[in-house]
């Protein structure tokens, strides 16, 4: 049975009825849906504008200045100087009309209405000046045959300047349930498959939507695994150890992986490998060795970065073209440090190098080519390219490792003090976010970011485990059994945040997958 109007209530708990029912009118509307937003309005009694709101409408498009005037300042909840604003836009609409009509009756009321209606209201004196100016220029001026739209314009103007309940926004109700949804989104610790979201129940993911099933284990490596990481597109991964030689892995589309290539050439472990944006080419970088360049569908080597005999390449980087290369190199002896570029023929192009040239341990170029980001024992140093400012963090821990964030807005260094901190990449970045558990006391432990919009940091142990953290939460949210030895490096799929790599001194990589599968030996 229908309630009388009387005993339905002003609110249902924080919210007001008449606002709720005149936002859910205007979605109705701006859908489309136009006899289901007036039959609402009809059976509610409430309509979606208040009468001031028609009022001024038609005194606007009717040119009744001084009724419009009349009706803003009876408009409740305005303020002194945005009521003043109000008028200066109607008597400015109506000033530039004047100006456009032409002849002298049209420039004799312009002045008076610029004398008597606007310059009293006290605006900012420059916009006063503009329009005395336009009474010689004719800036601005609305022809005769554009005042129907200039007056919609000067309407739209004002509702601006009013308060919100005198005209609701378009789409304010699309936008209070996107705020309400991404806060839940915000809020879910795990929350990893962006498909989950509905409006149909409040927003929460279960730990299955992490990585944390085992459903592969690749075992093409004949010693410790160093290194693993998933091409740029995630249809590869590539995986290097102390074996001599690199894998690169083919991402099936039932996320199962198969052998593609086993580069072999290297006579040291391969410590480090670095996809071309493209994801075409592959640079592999042995210890002690000559940085390879490999084609990634052919998996024949196209190049060796020899450079000087004297120089150890110790890390490198791409820049977003696939045709440019940073490196980083060192001496055993007393010759100073260098970092220095190359193209794909090995030619360097920019040579820095000098006492002040730190001994670089891993580097980094932002996606947009805008930063290089090298650390060296304690110190972080980012420099502007292609020569721009140049500033520095530092740790108190000696940093065994570096990795970049998809949208190269911050970036993460694993730390001897068995910690991991995510830093910012601007100069007013001064303290880090702090990630704990895991265990890294002797050797070079890597991390990454991943997950649906980079919201999860993963990293190897000592321990033989992999954790996982959720973004400004200091302690793990998973923890991932299944190695036998120390995990050295985690890489997660970029294009598929359900899935995870693990590669480890037990010779062996492992696919973590976000559902249950069965495990299977390559």
Request: contains cysteine; negative net charge; proline residues 5%.
């Amino acid at each position: 049975m229908d309630l009388p109007e009387s005993s339905v209530p002003r609110r249902v708990g924080l919210v007001d009825r008449e606002e709720l029912v005149r936002v859910i009118e205007q979605s109705l509307y701006s859908l489309g849906y136009r006899r289901a937003a007036a039959a609402l309005e009809a059976e509610s009694g409430v309509p979606l504008y208040p009468p001031e709101h028609d009022r001024l409408l038609l005194d606007v498009m009717a040119g009744q200045w001084d009724a419009c005037v009349e009706t803003v300042r009876s408009v409740a909840g305005v303020g002194d100087a945005d009521r003043a604003v109000a008028e200066f836009l109607l008597w400015r609409g109506h000033y530039l009309e004047l100006l456009g009509a032409g002849g002298d009756a049209g420039l004799r009321r312009a002045r008076e209405v610029l004398r008597r209606r606007i310059s009293p209201l006290g605006v900012d004196r420059r916009c006063v000046h503009w329009l005395a100016c336009a009474m010689v220029s004719c800036e601005g001026a609305v022809a005769p045959e554009t005042v129907i739209k200039w007056r919609i314009s000067v309407f739209l103007d004002l509702v601006e300047v009013l308060p919100p309940w005198f005209h609701v926004p378009t789409g304010r109700l699309e936008h209070l349930v996107e705020s309400a949804v991404t806060k839940q989104v915000a809020s879910c610790i795990y929350h990893n498959l962006p498909d989950e979201i509905t409006l149909f129940e409040d927003h929460k993911c279960h730990e299955q939507h992490i990585p944390s099933e085992c459903a592969q284990i690749l075992c093409g490596h004949n010693n410790e695994v160093w290194f693993v990481r998933f091409s740029n597109n995630g249809d590869y991964l590539a995986s290097s150890s102390s074996d001599c030689t690199a894998i690169i892995w083919k991402v099936e589309k039932d996320d199962t992986l198969t052998k593609k290539h086993c580069l072999q050439g290297h006579h040291k472990p391969i410590s480090f490998v670095a996809w071309s944006p493209n994801d075409r080419m592959l640079l592999t970088c042995g210890t002690g060795e000559s940085l390879k360049l490999w084609n990634v569908d052919t998996g024949e080597c196209n190049l060796k970065f020899q450079g000087s005999v004297d120089y150890i390449i110790s890390s490198c980087a791409w820049f977003p073209n696939s045709e440019k290369i940073v490196c980083a190199s060192s001496e055993p002896g007393s010759s100073p440090n260098r970092i220095f570029t190359c193209d794909l023929e090995g030619q360097e192009l920019e040579v820095w190098a000098g006492d002040r040239i730190p001994k670089v341990s891993e580097l980094a170029v932002t996606p947009d080519g805008r930063h290089l980001i090298f650390v060296s024992c304690n110190d972080i140093w980012i420099r502007e390219l292609p020569k721009g400012r140049e500033w520095r963090f530092r740790e108190k821990q000696a940093i065994s490792s570096l990795s970049l964030s998809g949208d190269g807005q911050s970036f993460i260094v694993n730390l001897s003090s068995q910690e991991i901190h995510l830093w910012e990449i601007n100069e007013s970045s001064t303290v880090p976010e702090k990630f704990k558990g895991h265990k890294q006391e002797k050797f070079v432990i890597r991390s990454c970011f991943g997950g649906s919009n980079s919201l999860f940091i993963a990293s190897g142990s000592e321990d033989s485990q992999v954790y996982i953290w959720k973004k400004h939460l200091e302690t793990p949210i998973k923890v991932l059994h299944g190695h036998t030895m120390i995990v050295n490096c985690v890489s997660w799929n970029p294009a598929r945040p359900h899935m995870l790599a693990s590669a480890s001194d037990d010779r062996t990589v492992r696919i973590w997958l976000a559902r249950k599968a069965g495990s299977i030996c390559s």
